[in-house]
Structures are given as structure tokens and as C-alpha cells.
């Protein structure tokens, strides 16, 4: 099958427009053809597909009707490879979208529809959103690479690096220590060697003595064990986390050696991995801090665009009840559920996060007034609203929102959180299932709160802050 190239533009980012009809392909790339991305047009699915194989395409203008292989097909054969699994694609018809044939697009994996004839402008706008999109998707990606490459890189020295040795007689007292344990106790092997290791034991606030401890009593089963997060303690009195393997030895006097490796490393690389994490586990959804930098980027770009934005937060009504009656697996495949349904009342640039427990924040994003983020919440509120069941159990969920609009409501991140908190528990305490406006009396009633009552409202921020930290 013939398949026809037009490069137009000098970016980095390539967009992939299918259709069986070359004046289509014409009129998309005319379009098109001045901004600051290159395009690449095939005529059929079978020629998309193999561009998609031998191209990096940040972007998919797919026509619905085609012969021989439909624009539905081509999005499910995309889904289906990794390369193109994560593409995002716009589907153009002509046809009636009706809600079967909705539902069927977006359950292959569209991300947005466009009717022919379509407007320009609205093409152009769509096109933008999602290429800024992938764009970000593609940077979080390379990170997340450098991120396991570094965990490689720090996981080979430890793999390589001596354990510490030590050898403990039956009453205690060191016998044997080498260089690599008296470095990582910060003090000599002479020192070591006829000293009482409970002298280097991180003990806990209610010491026990070496007949007590679990060493003592491991060994007493004369076989091979392991301790993990163990803590020694360095001459200087500092934590040392370490993995001890510990083999009696054969012999009267009877004697344990000890195999210590140091843990410190590998547990700032865990901590630093996790500090650096921006999905929820979960939900999949952007976790705080994954929100937080999002927030930062669309704060810039209303700052020079200088269009409306909204912030909402969200807290389920209603969750902890089923959570504790049901379980935490029910619990789970609630949130997962309402994090779809939330997704599925969202433009595709609109940015949902999850930001722990059964809280959610919604950043919309060229708003032309205000008013637009409250119809957003309440469609979010009906949607939740809706009657659900989990193993037979019939219930219905509610969710409080609070609304807090930029530049109104503040101007940096901490102000626009902090005001969309306060008018949440606001819809909290006005009877719930219902959002709020952020407005300046609010503001006054928090500060009147007693502490016992400004504590939930305060959570947040504090967790972010050292989330942040």
C-alpha cells in the first residue's frame, strides 16, 4: 500500500495523520504544516502501523472509516505493542457519534474524537494540549530511566563491595573483626577485638542484655540465619543499618561469625527513588508530588498566557465506612474506580491526581470564567453520586469539593491548595456532596477554628510540605 510523507516544520515531535483519502491528508497537513512539529501521512492501516514501528510518533490523527482495516483496528493493533501502547490518538469521522460508537473509540483507546468537517482552531488547540502532553510523558520517562540506571550503577558497587566480618564468642566478646567493620563503625580493629559487641548494638529504649537478644537466641538454634534491618551502632554512636548473615561455627568453644553489609546506601537510594516518584501506585494517577510539579508548570504558562485556572479538591463521602465494612481490597477497587470516573469527566489536558487516602485534585486549565470549574464539580459530584456495588454490597458514594480559582484565590501553589482545602471542608461541613467557592469569609472562619478543628485542614499542606522537603 502506497503510504505518502509530508515533513512540515522543524520540532522533535512527530504527528502521524491516517487517511484513506489523499485530499484529507492534504487538508490535515495544510493545517498543520506551520507549527513546530513535523508530520507524516499514511493512507491506510496497515502503512500507520509500519510507520508506527520504525518511527518515534508522539501523536495519531487516525480516520474511523477505511478500507480494509478500520481506524478502530489500527488503535487496538496499537495498544497492543508496547512502542505504540502509550501513543495518543484522536479519531476524525464523518459519522454520527453516537454512544456505541463513542464507547467503542475510547475502549480502543482514543483519547478525543473530531467530526469532519472539523474547526481549525479546535484541531489546532487539540493537537497542541496533547502533544504537550506527551511531551512531559517523554521527559518523566527519560528520568525515570536515568533513575534505574542509577539504581543499577549504586546496586553493582554493593554487589561488589567486602562485607564486614566479625566473629562472636558464645559470651559475647568480639574474637575477630576485619578493616571492612571497623570502617563501618568508624573505629579500629584493635578496638573491636576483645570488646562486647552489645557495645555495638543499636538497643532500643529498653535495653536487653546479650542472653536476651536475638542473636543470642537465633543462635541457640546451631543453624544458618539472616537479619535485615539491622542497627548497629558506630563508636560515635550513629545508626548503622545493615544485613547481618550469621553461621555458627563448629568447634567447643563454640563461636557465631557475623556477615555484615552496609545497608546506609541502598536505603538513601530507596529513599531518594521514592522522594523522586510522581504516580500513585495505586490509581496510577499523579501522586502529590507529581501534582505539585504539574501545578508549578501550568502556573508559568498561565503567567504568560494569562488565562483563568481552577483548582479543586476532592474528599469521598462516605469511603471510610465502606473501607472499614468491606475491607482494603474493596477500599482499593473503589478508588481505582472513581479515579476512572473522574478521568472520564475531564479533557484530556485537565489533570487529576490522588494525592493519598480518598482525597483528589483536579487542575483545569483554560478556563474562560470560574464559573466553568464549578459545572466541572458538579459534574464530578454526580458521577460519584452514582449508585454502586461491590460483592453484592449495594452503596453510594459522595464526594465534597472545594474550589479555588487563580489569580483570585491566590497565586502560588501553597495558596491555591490551601484555599481549595478550606472551601472543601467548608462543602464538609455545609452537609456534604456539594462543592464550594473559596472566598475571603472562609478564610476568617478557619483562622477561628479551634486547633482540634483546623487539624484536618492543616494535614494536607503539612504533608506536602514534607513531601516536598
Known sequence: MHITRLEAGSGSQLILVVDDQQDNLDGVSELLDDGPWRIVCANSGAGALRILQTQDVSLVLLDVQMPGMDGFEVARLMREDPRSRYTPIIFLSGLEQSHSFLAKGYSQGAIDFIKKPFDPVVLRHKVESLLEHARHRRELLALSQQLESERAFNASILTSAAEGIMVIEADGVIRFANPTIAAMLKTSV??????????????PEQPTGWLQSVIYSQWQTNKNFRLTDFMLRSRMGESVPVTLSCAPLPGPRGALVLMALDMTVERHLRSQLESLTITDALTGLLNRRGFYQSMELALARIERTQKSMSLLFLDLDGFKKINDTLGHDAGDLLLRRVSEMLQGCLRPYDTLARLGGDEFTVLLDS???????GRVAQKLIDVVSTPQSIDGVEFSLGVSIGVASMPECGQTVEELLRAADIAMYEAKRSGRRQFKYFCSAMQARD??????DKQPALGFSEALRSTLS
Open 190 to 203: 584493635e578496638a573491636l577485638q576483645g570488646a562486647h559487641f552489645m557495645g555495638y548494638i543499636k538497643q
Open 447 to 452: 483562622i477561628l477554628l479551634s486547633p482540634c
Open 367 to 373: 478556563l474562560n470564567t470560574p464559573e466553568d470549574a
